[in-house]
C-alpha cells in the first residue's frame, strides 16, 4: 500500500496508460447515477466513441508509484481548464489523490463528466457541469 506522498509522481500519460485510461473510465463512469441505467450495448458503444475523441484531443496526468512509474495509481484527463474525467483506484481513494492531482480548483472552469469522486472533492458552486464540453472544446 502506498500512504507516503513521496512515494508517489506525476507524469503525463504515455502510449502504453491508454489500455487502463480507457477500460477504468469506461467501467467507473458506468456506475455514476444516470448512466447505469442505459442499455450495456448501447453505453458500451456510444461512451467508447466518446473516450476516444476526448483522449485524442485533451491531457491525462498520471498519479504513479515512484518505485515503478508503470504502476498507476490515479489520472485525470483535462482540456482548457475542463476537467474531463478523474479516476483513483479503489485501494488508494480516501487519501486526498483526487486533490492532489485537481490541485488549486481556482484554475478550473467545470466538469464534462460527473465521476464517483466528485463529494469527495468538495467542489465549489462556481465550478460547472457542462457535458457539451466534451464535445464542444
Known amino acids: 500500500m502506498i500512504e507516503?506522498?513521496?512515494?508517489?509522481?506525476e507524469r503525463p500519460m504515455r502510449a502504453?496508460?491508454?489500455?487502463?485510461?480507457?477500460?477504468?473510465?469506461?467501467?467507473?463512469?458506468?456506475?455514476v447515477p444516470g448512466v447505469k441505467q442505459l442499455e450495456k450495448t448501447v453505453y458500451f458503444e456510444g461512451q467508447e466513441r466518446v473516450i476516444s475523441k476526448i483522449l485524442a484531443r485533451s491531457s491525462t496526468k498520471m498519479l504513479v508509484s515512484a518505485s515503478d512509474p508503470d504502476t498507476v495509481i490515479a489520472w485525470m484527463t483535462y482540456q482548457n481548464h475542463w476537467i474531463h474525467y478523474l479516476y483513483v483506484k479503489k485501494e488508494f481513494r480516501r487519501m486526498q489523490l483526487a486533490n492532489r492531482l485537481?490541485?488549486?480548483?481556482?484554475?478550473w472552469k467545470g466538469y464534462t463528466h460527473?465521476?464517483?469522486?466528485?463529494?469527495?472533492?468538495?467542489?465549489?458552486?462556481s465550478l460547472v457541469y457542462d457535458p457539451y464540453k466534451a464535445w464542444l472544446s
Not at 485510461?21 to 463512469?29: E, Q
Not at 485537481?102 to 484554475?107: N, Q
Not at 460527473?114 to 458552486?125: D, E, G, T, V
Open 102 to 107: 485537481v490541485g488549486d480548483l481556482g484554475r
Open 16 to 31: 502504453h496508460d491508454t489500455d487502463f485510461v480507457f477500460s477504468s473510465w469506461l467501467r467507473s463512469y458506468r456506475l
Open 4 to 9: 507516503e506522498d513521496n512515494l508517489l509522481i
Open 114 to 125: 460527473r465521476f464517483l469522486l466528485q463529494q469527495k472533492l468538495s467542489l465549489p458552486p
